[in-house]
């Protein structure tokens, strides 16, 4: 079984438990966060003057907690990484954003979550807090248009994770972070022996037997490492509906039944679609894809695939389908294989390829001629110059007659809430 | 589990609240607690009962909450994918009064677009059940810990009326921020924090890089 569960990533009226779901790590939220101590301002002011840094404690615990169990779970394989929402960077409006929101702590003395605890506990300094949120939030919806195009570009780097950044395995990142974690709960216990004149004494003994077992677990992660795309690729399992019944397929299966090689008619039909958005990733060389493409193909080598997988996560659209293309189906194979494993969602192959492609809709175009080539995976038509998609058939018409035979394949699958996560 | 409250006598809460939180708890008390009661009976005083003015319960230990919180953090990712949050609600609430006054209004503006724009529910997300959710089990921790209070918590130099201005100022420009940096404390910095989100760390530090650059000047609020 694979983590995250479907039928929990998004809510919908359709499913009204879902709410449910949704309402109980909310409730989890809120009751952790109050007994705590953030429902008091004061408690949440401390942290600024080093009086008493229980707001710096309890987020790193948490993050430190979450991040070494999440990490256990994908290398163990239980959970695919890929499915789990990473906040995608924006370093522009993060880092204002994220100056403006220091300041409006200092001064208010919560931050949002905690003010829920706070008013739903009765204290009126919250019940302002969450009032003025909705103002700044109004406040925020009706300016944005003046920086839209700042608030959408600057500095974005799309899903980007630290292991990316540092180059580093994110076993030993995770491994880094429960160090760092670690010496700042030192740093925060001498800071409030100084300066909040606690006695350290007084602190349980068991929180040193639950640092050496996160640093034990930490490096386990570090050590057991992820899986590989080969692992992830063999735990695949797709449904389909067949006759009104959901049957489970493996990946192999899929391949081999045919599921996902959809007919060149297909694809025209999904191009001209206007509820679908098509995006066909063209797997060849680059001189292969100078010499013809489809319309709209972007050019991306076999060898450099796994590079478009962030942005492929990245994209919440659900109306879109990924088709990759080759000469024939075996680069595109291999370019499916990799995508699927890695959880991009809604990928296709071309059947036939590019080769099919003109077999149906260029048969008679004129700078086009059919050579005999016997080997796999290469381009089997010869072009007087290589114009690329200016060719007739790289674009053909999805309002003349074709007269095309073949059943549709492509059924959506949604793969994640179509708002992405995050704070949304 | 003795050992993961945190003694009264050291939080800043109870320095200030004097002797009031130091009855003995008028409820049963859950296994950790009992450690607490025992050093805390000098104090004895009258049970007073009352759902909203009873005895508040010390709060527990901050390492063993935020173990707590990782763990409803780590089963929120590995159960949907998604993580806490809560500012995103705000927003979208929002937004639903503003579709409902002005949906013309709505449909042109860019931000309210993708929330509500046309036929679409601003309250279709899972962040709208998770702020309820929050709002609730905010409020049954305070009740079952007897922190359920009509109060102010604010620091000892400013009057109630300043806290409630600066509270909500500081509501003001928390969200905005929160809105602009696409998720708070919750959103960025926690959730995004445990998967690793390079963006959402350079968040977590310009929230504390902001709040510690500005405390020197507002330390009359607190201090």
Known sequence: MQFPLPAFMSVSAENPWTYLVFGLVGFAFGFTLEMSGFGDSRKLAAQFYFTEMTVLKVMFTAIVTAMVLLFGAVSLGLLNFNLVWVNETYLASGILGGLIMGVGFIVGGFCPTTSLASASTGKIDGMFFMLGGFFGALLFGETEKYFDYWYTHAGYFGRLTLDQVFGLPVGVVVLLVVFMALFMFWGAEQLERIFGKKDLTKEPKLRLAGAGLLAVAAISVALIGTPSTNAKYDRLTFEREVDGQKVQYTADEMLAERKVQIHPGELLAT?????????????????????????????????????????????????????????????????????????????????????????????????????????????????????GDRYECANPSPLAEWELDFTPKIQLQLKRDKSGGGCG | MVALVTHPSTSLRSAQDGGNLKKPSPLPLSHWERGVKEKNMTTATPIKKGLFNRTAKPYVHPYFGGMVLGIVLFLALFLTGNGLGSSGATSRIVTAAEDAVAPD???????????????????????????????????????????????????????????????????????????????????????????????????????????????????????
């Open chain 1, 271 to 387: 191009m001209a679609d206007d509820r679908l958005i098509a995006s066909v990733i063209d797997v060849r060389s680059e001189a292969d894809y100078n010499l013809f493409h489809i319309a709209n193909s972007v050019n991306v080598p076999l060898t450099e695939i796994k590079t478009v997988v962030p942005s492929l996560l990245a994209d919440q659209a659900a109306n879109k389908v990924y088709v990759v293309v080759s000469n024939d189906e075996v680069a595109a194979t291999e370019a499916w294989k990799i995508l699927v494993a890695e959880a991009a969602p809604n990928v296709y192959i071309l059947e036939g390829g590019v080769n099919n492609w003109i077999a149906v809709f260029g048969k008679s175009e004129e700078g086009i001629r059919l050579l005999t080539v016997s080997s796999a995976d290469v381009l089997r038509y010869a072009f007087n110059s290589a114009l």
């Open chain 2, 105 to 223: 209004h709505v449909d042109q503006t860019p931000y309210l677009l993708k929330l509500a724009g046309g036929d679409k529910n601003p309250f279709d997300d899972w962040i709208i059940p998770v702020f309820f959710g929050a709002l609730v089990g905010g409020f049954s921790s305070g009740m079952i810990f007897g922190r359920v209070k009509l109060e102010t918590t604010k620091g000892p130099r400013i009057s109630n009326r300043t806290r409630w201005l600066v509270s909500f100022l500081g509501g003001v420009l928390f969200l905005y921020g929160a809105r602009m940096a696409r998720g708070c404390t919750s959103g960025q910095a926690l959730t995004g924090g445990a998967t690793l989100s390079a963006g959402s760390w350079v968040v977590m530090f310009a929230i504390f890089g902001g709040a510690y650059a500005v405390a020197y000047f507002v330390r009359k609020l607190w201090l």
